[in-house]
């Protein structure tokens, strides 16, 4: 499998000619799917996961016909939403196994998408980047710290273009944030809120369980083995295919890793807040080893980092009271703010005003009783766009032409963060963790979740390539 990578020659070239085997019939006729670039200028991709989610990551990585599908790698084809990119991108040879669609296909691809559930999001990505492929993986980047920590060490080794799918992060709201920062509107934030409403299945308390579901029946279409990956693999149910699967331990990463991504990045990337130096949980209502909490609230303690970036104390809330109390002297002409179902609310050490922001690629706030610190940084938070969005920003980081705002440099440091959060989550106890070890403090259950649980046979040889 270790084909000679074409990122160079892409860079190089704008001129170069690709050597398919397998074409698509919009292809063969030199004409995009999306009918904008000629094929000297089009990134292939290999896709792995082609419903859910991607059915939005594809068409965005290949908008304008910057990049091509040449792949599809999925478990089961006729699962939710693979026919939106079946119908938009015709004839693309089809594979059940990711690793089949590379070691066949390999020297046909540039870059590979990987949107599948958490727990299969590290493989994928692995194998492409030793293969020398860029990699677009959706978040959260992986499902343990030890795969976020490999991914980054493989980022460096391999020499890609990489980029995680929250998209916010290459958006107008965080070039607005970025503004802010450097206006010095950021100093002094010691304090943040951060939230997520209830959303999924786990979080209604009439549909709650504590063991793991009986067996049922499973689609023909789907190859049950090879969605179960390197994880245990369990029965098939309902209830992990094709949508609920984040719910469980062993197959997801809750509402912390789903939502976290979009909720804390602007803060944890701009404030480099690293990782955390105790982990707290302050409510985990109704929990068990199956799946997450009904609700989670945690408490996290981030170091002074500079003068101007002091220890922080963040707090993070979902399922029930999920909202922050927002004290009088951060309203805004005598009204609280509206804080929305997800979000952040940044407090300076100061007391001045605060800072509020929603998730994605939503803008900041500044909240004060005083509406003079608004417009002393009126200018800051006017927002630009940046130059390309994200799914686009990565495709043109893989020709050359640009760089991407959330690499696993940045994504990887994030999902380290998240993943500290979802071992709290599990054991429900008060957690220290000595970031220069990266270890736990005088506990081994919660390093042992670092780690994550060992692969399944066949699914090693992943774990040793950087």
């Excluded at 089949?100 to 994928?124: C, N, R, S, W, Y």
């Excluded at 922080?312 to 809330?317: A, F, G, Q, S």
Aim: proline letters at 6%; aromatic letters at 10%; a positive charge.
């Amino acid at each position: 499998m270790q084909n000679t990578p074409r990122r160079d020659f892409l860079k190089k070239s704008s001129a170069a000619t690709f050597g398919f085997t397998l074409l698509p019939s919009y292809l063969a006729t030199g004409r995009s799917a999306e009918g904008k670039q000629p094929p000297s200028k089009r990134v292939n991709l290999g896709c792995v996961g082609v419903g859910g989610r991607a059915s939005g990551v594809i068409p965005s990585v290949s908008a304008n016909g910057a990049a091509t599908p040449v792949a599809f790698a999925d478990v089961d084809f006729n699962a939710r939403r693979v026919d939106a990119n079946l119908k938009r991108y015709p004839g693309v040879k089809q594979f059940t196994d990711f690793r089949v669609m590379l070691e066949k296909m390999g020297k046909d691809i540039d870059a590979v998408t990987v949107v599948t559930p958490d727990h299969t999001h590290f493989p994928a990505a692995m194998l492409a980047m030793s293969m020398g492929k860029h990699v677009y993986v959706e978040k959260p980047l992986t499902h343990s710290y030890r795969e976020a920590d490999l991914l980054m060490k493989a980022e460096k080794k391999f020499g890609v273009v990489t980029q995680m799918g929250n998209q916010g992060h290459t958006s107008g709201g965080s070039v607005q944030f970025a503004q802010l920062l450097k206006a010095g509107a950021l100093d002094g934030i010691n304090k943040i809120d951060a939230w997520k409403s209830p959303g999924l299945f786990f979080m209604d308390k009439n549909r709650r369980i504590s063991a793991f579901p009986k067996a049922e029946e499973q689609p023909k279409s789907l190859n049950w083995d090879l969605w179960c990956g390197p994880a245990n693999m369990k029965p098939f149910s309902k209830l992990y295919h094709p949508f609920d699967w984040r719910a469980f331990y062993l197959y997801g990463n809750g509402m912390l890793g789903d939502w976290g991504a979009h909720i804390i990045d602007f803060a944890h990337d701009f404030l480099k807040l690293g990782q955390p130096t105790q982990i707290s949980p302050l409510l985990m209502e109704d929990h068990n080893n199956v799946i997450f909490p009904l609700s989670s609230h945690i408490k996290m303690q981030f170091p002074a980092r500079s003068k101007k970036l002091p220890a922080v104390e963040l707090t993070w809330r979902d399922g029930g009271s999920y909202h922050p109390k927002v004290t009088e002297q951060y309203h805004v002409d005598g009204k609280a703010p509206r804080l929305g179902g997800a979000g952040t609310l940044l407090h300076r050490a100061d007391g001045k005003y605060a800072l509020t922001r929603g998730s994605h690629s939503g803008s900041s706030n500044i909240v004060s009783t005083d509406p003079t610190y608004r417009e002393q940084y009126a200018e800051a938070l006017k927002p630009n766009g940046p130059k390309f969005n994200h799914g686009a920003s990565f495709t043109a980081a893989c020709k050359g032409e640009d760089k991407t705002l959330s690499p696993f440099t940045v994504a990887g440091d994030l999902t380290k963060t998240l993943m500290l959060g979802i071992v709290c989550q599990s054991l429900n106890e008060e957690l220290n963790f000595d970031r220069k070890r990266e270890q736990f403090i005088n506990n081994d259950r919660a390093n042992a979740l670092l780690e994550g649980p060992a692969p399944r046979k066949g699914w090693e040889e992943f774990y040793k390539m950087v």
